[in-house]
């Protein structure tokens, strides 16, 4: 997609200072725009890079006024920071912006769709599916039986949506996201074995969920595993079966959260936490990267460490713990100066 900077002023409500004829491909950051790129001028550490860049053309402050000669082109706004943002965004739609059927593809004569639907090369649409509007389902997708999804979805190469699952508006689903395999079900038997329990339930994304690449969300053994409105996963989760997570929580990368365990809204959830099976964790709770949690959360907590405690009563141990060696020495001396006094004595 090309653009000149007359588009992009009015796209933004700016002014160009310079070529309004001049053309931009792509984005880069100041320190490296080269010919055929577009850039933005914030942070005032960076002007130094507005003298050097040979972006085509750089987004700056109105009140930005050049000191030396400039090769790139301005474009005049308010907030050069939300309006890069707001660039990005448009940018991000019109890439998105696909619709039709390529071929090949197999799609059930039962599968339902609505208006500005893109059904990319290689995929599958099994029986009885239900797809709203302005979907944009991307080559190598498989959607399973009586799968539901809402309006303005997109799911990007790759993924997998089980059968039963409901994927409600404004959801995206990253490459190679599995929604709905089987919950780690199993029984053990009086020969050492292990018999599966049959997975019958689902897996239901509220509104404006966002799943990372390669996350996966079981299947409930009975019931339904429950991403609320709002929430947002990272890369590489493992949802189990029965979970339920609250509205607008937000959780990193590599996190585990084990079978039935419910997690409150407005949650900060770090990088490789682990959290055990059928535990409550509270709303508006904060957990640091690489935390085990093993009970019950309240609202609010703070939590670090592994298993984990509050998150000053941790910063406040590990003062100690790193000085450990030391204070084993000191305390080593001390017993040798009493075991000599002890002696004299």
């Known amino acids: 997609m090309v653009f000149?900077?007359?588009?992009?002023?009015?796209?933004?409500?700016g002014e160009v200072e310079g070529n309004p004829e001049v053309a931009v491909h792509k984005l880069a950051k100041i320190e490296d725009g080269e010919i055929g790129s577009l850039t933005f001028l914030a942070n005032p550490k960076y002007t130094p890079y507005i003298y050097k860049t040979k972006a085509s053309i750089t987004i700056v402050n109105k009140d930005f006024v050049p000191e030396q000669n400039l090769q790139t082109t301005l474009i005049k706004v308010d907030d050069p920071y939300e309006s890069f943002s707001k660039l990005l965004e448009y940018y991000d739609q019109a890439k998105k912006a696909k619709s039709g059927i390529e071929d090949p593809v197999?799609?059930?004569n039962t599968a339902k769709y609505g208006s500005d639907f893109y059904l990319g090369a290689f995929s599958y649409l099994a029986e009885n599916v239900?797809?709203?509007?302005n979907v944009k389902i991307y080559p190598n997708v498989y959607i399973g039986d009586n799968v539901t999804i809402?309006?303005?979805?997109v799911v990007f190469a790759g993924a997998k949506i089980y059968s039963e699952s409901i994927i409600g508006n404004n959801c995206v689903i990253h490459s190679g996201a599995i929604i709905?395999?089987?919950g780690f079900g199993f029984s053990p038997s009086k020969n050492g074995t292990f018999n599966k329990i049959p997975q019958t339930g689902n897996v239901i994304l509220e509104d404006d969920v966002d799943v990372g690449a390669g996350t996966t969300i079981d299947r409930a053994t009975l019931g339904s595993t429950i991403l609320r409105k709002g929430v947002k996963l990272d890369n590489q989760i493992q949802i189990a079966h029965n979970v339920e997570i609250g509205e607008h929580t937000v959780i990193a990368a590599q996190t585990g959260v084990a079978g039935s365990s419910k997690i409150g809204k407005h949650c900060m959830i770090g990088g490789q936490v682990g959290i055990v099976g059928h535990i409550t964790i509270g709303d508006n709770v904060r957990i640091q990267a690489q935390s085990g949690i093993g009970r019950n959360v309240k609202d609010d907590e703070i939590l670090q460490g592994s298993p984990a405690i509050n998150y000053g009563d941790y910063n406040k141990s590990y003062v100690h713990f790193k000085n450990l060696p030391k204070i084993v020495n000191r305390i080593n001396e001390l017993d040798k100066k009493i075991d000599l006094e002890h002696n004299q004595d």
Request: charged share 25%; no cysteine; proline share 0%.
């Open 4 to 13: 000149t900077a007359g588009q992009i002023a009015g796209i933004l409500e």
């Open 180 to 182: 709905g395999a089987d």
């Open 150 to 153: 809402g309006d303005n979805v």
């Open 106 to 108: 197999y799609k059930s």
């Open 130 to 133: 239900e797809i709203g509007d």
